[in-house]
């Protein structure tokens, strides 16, 4: 189980760690172009670069995170920090780009199953005092 544990949290972290990279490398160094996105996702996404910090938020949000997983340090907080963007991924790509959920599920599910090995973490925030 423990050897499980470490390779889901390794593949997680690296999804994460691309996706945040490689956005930076696009809108800073401008390394390589975005594919062209059409239709209600466009506007999804030109909302998010319009709010100014958005996306810079959710992008440091997913680096910072992904190196907490890939290392190993303060597993449960990262996981608890990224549940919040991970369901609005899920929800994004549902909604606006179903083809998108290949992707996307077995991230959720590798997200859910990490949650699921700290369990003992979180148990105190569901006890009734």
């Known amino acids: 189980m423990k050897i ?7 593949l997680v972290a690296l999804m994460f760690l691309f996706a945040s990279v490689t956005y930076f490398a696009m ?45 190993g340090r303060y597993v449960a907080l990262a996981l608890v920090v990224l549940f919040p963007v991970m369901v609005n991924i899920v929800l994004v790509n549902a909604f606006l780009s179903p083809s998108g959920l290949t992707m996307v599920i077995p991230l959720l599910a590798g ?11 979180y148990a105190p925030l569901f006890t009734a005092k």
Do not use: W
């Not at 059409?38 to 680096?63: C, H, Q, R």
């Not at 997200?111 to 973490?121: D, G, H, M, P, S």
């Open 27 to 71: 809108v800073y160094f401008h390394a390589f172009t975005m594919p062209p996105v059409t239709g209600n996702m466009k506007v999804f996404n030109d909302g998010l670069e319009a709010s100014g910090y958005l996306m810079l938020l959710i992008k440091i949000t997913e680096l910072v995170c992904a190196l907490l997983l890939l290392f």
């Open 4 to 10: 499980a544990v470490i390779i889901v949290r390794t």
């Open 111 to 121: 997200v859910l199953f990490l949650a699921y090995t700290q369990r003992e973490k």
